[in-house]
């Protein structure tokens, strides 16, 4: 005799539950996610501290110990990368051509640190004078006790730092800005 698929004589089964369905439970998806995310703080806090090499120059703590006095540029001013180009325009064809860059290290001085200049005869008081008038501060490249290539430089306020916009990112110490 045929039996109807409706009828069974088997009893319900009760409902599997869902968690017994998935491959993955929860504590497992927590102990990879946690591997994951220290993994990447590993390799951020690896990334920004090591400068194996003088090409990875990958934290500021590097740019100052390569500046030139460096005791001296960190106290009294700031270290910098120092970029020298030669700009080339023609008029007839115009075009501009740029020159293959060098960088080498540097230091910014603040203006009021600049009696060091001075004292040890390496900027007149005339320099000092015009470099004053026109708002500007010095900068320089090689040892001070050597023969250092100093100049008059301005500093561009035009030119803005988009890095120190990003949220979560802390304030530039208050003598950031006193150059």
Same mark, same amino acid.
């Given at each position: 005799?045929? #039996?109807?698929?409706?009828?069974?004589?088997? !009893?319900p *089964?009760?409902p599997?539950?869902?968690?017994?369905?998935? +491959?993955?439970?929860? @504590?497992?998806?927590?102990?990879?996610?946690?591997?994951?995310?220290?993994?990447?703080?590993? &390799?951020? %806090?690896?990334?920004?501290? %090591?400068?194996?090499?003088?090409q990875?120059? @990958?934290? #500021?703590?590097f740019?100052?110990?390569?500046?030139p006095?460096?005791?001296? =540029?960190?106290?009294? &001013? %700031?270290?910098?990368?120092?970029?020298?180009t #030669?700009?080339?325009?023609?008029l007839? +064809?115009?075009?501009?051509?740029?020159? !293959?860059? *060098?960088?080498?290290?540097?230091?910014?001085?603040?203006?009021?640190?600049?009696?060091?200049?001075?004292?040890?005869?390496?900027?007149?008081?005339?320099?000092v #004078?015009? =470099?004053?008038?026109?708002?500007?501060?010095?900068?320089?490249t090689?040892?001070?006790?050597? *023969?250092?290539?100093i100049? =008059?430089?301005?500093?561009?306020?035009?030119?803005?730092?988009?890095?120190?916009?990003? +949220?979560?990112?802390?304030?530039? +110490?208050?003598?950031?800005?006193?150059?």
């Open positions: 005799m045929k #039996r109807n698929s409706r009828y069974s004589d088997s !009893q *089964s009760a599997k539950s869902s968690a017994s369905k998935s +491959p993955f439970n929860y @504590a497992y998806l927590a102990i990879i996610g946690g591997i994951f995310i220290l993994g990447i703080g590993f &390799g951020i %806090a690896f990334s920004s501290t %090591a400068t194996l090499n003088p990875n120059v @990958a934290s #500021r703590e740019i100052d110990q390569s500046a006095n460096p005791e001296l =540029c960190v106290q009294f &001013g %700031a270290s910098a990368m120092v970029m020298d #030669r700009l080339f325009v023609t007839n +064809p115009f075009s501009v051509y740029i020159s !293959q860059p *060098s960088m080498r290290p540097g230091c910014v001085l603040r203006s009021t640190n600049w009696t060091i200049l001075e004292q040890r005869k390496l900027v007149t008081s005339d320099q #004078r015009e =470099c004053k008038q026109r708002m500007n501060t010095f900068g320089y090689g040892v001070l006790e050597g *023969s250092p290539q100049n =008059c430089i301005y500093q561009n306020d035009a030119a803005k730092n988009l890095f120190s916009n990003q +949220p979560g990112v802390g304030a530039s +110490p208050p003598e950031a800005n006193n150059f």
